[in-house]
């Protein structure tokens, strides 16, 4: 009996996949991956420019931010809120250089930095305003981690701005009007502001910011204008011991995206996400670490500063037209 066509096909095919099958078979040639040499060879010499124009900023010898090189004297531009306390950056050859901060804006969340004199030639990004390059669906680039190659994804969103989310505890309270005895904590979140602080379940929160409060309402309006990083002081109620605790309000989005299994699998995430006039969103593949760097067209045009890493496949970037004017003001200052 022969066999049947249909059969001596699946035999073949599984005769050609045992005889080409390899551990990589499935694993793209590394010159054709989006991080790969032939996308970085697209760049051509823009390539060298973005990686000598990229610094990384340490802290007790650990990489804490990105920077950009914006005058050729060593004036750098950072994530202010992600550089606090660094103390030296690293250029592409990976040599040390002493930094110490000039300028800081809140607004922005941007802060401008001086690489001690030395008799280095500093390669400066052109600083213009936002080109065409920022549609849905562009290509966009930036420098890798260690500023050895370079990284490439898209813009993955429509630019927007991005809405103030106010400080919070981390913790859920019983809903009252009416509480001689104070406020109950029903469950602190991990890891957030209120578990930081020393919050347990069970206490009852009696006054906030020297003021007496009985209804979750009060506490609610207290908090409501106050910022991720403002100070709180609880005077708290626990097993009939009056305790007082100082507690750093934090991010809603941290705070609350403990919970969600999808940012549980992205990793560290920036600690501020909100607040921007204005942002491009985009698919690179960046760890917290790296905000603060440049982005970049495939003409190797400069687009703005990644500021946030939202989660895995989501960073936003400043635009040149809101870092532009910070900038600029800050070097006539200085200079």
């Known amino acids: 009996m022969k066999p049947s066509l249909p059969l001596v096909y699946l035999l073949l095919m599984k005769f050609l996949l045992a005889e080409n099958t390899t ?17 970085s060879k697209a760049l051509g010499t823009k390539k060298e420019l973005i990686l000598q124009s990229t610094v990384g900023l340490y802290r007790n010898d650990k990489l804490i931010a990105h920077g950009i090189i914006v005058d050729p004297k060593g004036l750098l531009v950072t994530k202010a809120s992600s550089s606090v306390g660094a103390r030296i950056v690293k250029n592409f050859n990976d040599e040390s250089f002493p930094i110490r901060i000039r300028k800081r804006d809140e607004t922005t969340d941007l802060s401008l930095w001086q690489i001690s004199p030395s008799s ?19 290509w966009v680039v930036c420098a890798g981690e260690n500023l050895e190659e370079l990284m490439f994804g898209v813009i993955s969103a429509t630019g927007r701005s991005i809405g103030r989310e106010g400080g919070v505890m981390g913790v859920l309270l019983e809903e009252s009007n009416s509480s001689e005895s104070g406020i109950e904590v029903l469950e602190v979140l991990p890891q957030a502001a209120g578990d930081r602080a020393g919050l347990k379940i069970f206490d009852k929160i009696i006054g906030v910011d020297g003021r007496q409060v009985k209804a979750t309402q009060q ?9 991720p990083g403002d100070l ?42 909100d607040n921007f006039s204005q942002i491009l969103q985009h698919d690179l593949p960046l760890k917290k670490e790296m905000m603060g760097g440049g982005l970049y067209d495939l003409a190797g045009n400069f687009l703005g500063i990644n500021i946030a890493r939202v989660d895995r496949v989501t960073n936003f970037t400043l635009p040149c037209t809101v870092v532009l004017p910070t900038v600029e003001k800050w070097l006539k200052e200085i200079r």
């Open 232 to 273: 709180l002081t609880l005077l708290i109620n626990r097993k009939n011991k009056q305790i007082l605790l100082r507690l750093t309000l934090g991010h809603r989005s941290v705070a609350f995206d403990l919970f969600n299994r999808n940012l549980l699998m992205s990793g560290p995430v920036s600690k501020r996400k």
């Open 120 to 138: 280095f030639s500093w390669s400066a990004v052109e600083l213009q305003e936002e080109l065409n390059q920022t549609k849905y669906g562009n």
């Open 23 to 39: 551990a990589d078979s499935d694993i793209l040639a590394p010159e054709y991956r989006l991080n790969g040499s032939l996308m």
């Open 219 to 227: 506490i609610n309006r207290i908090i409501k204008d106050k910022d």
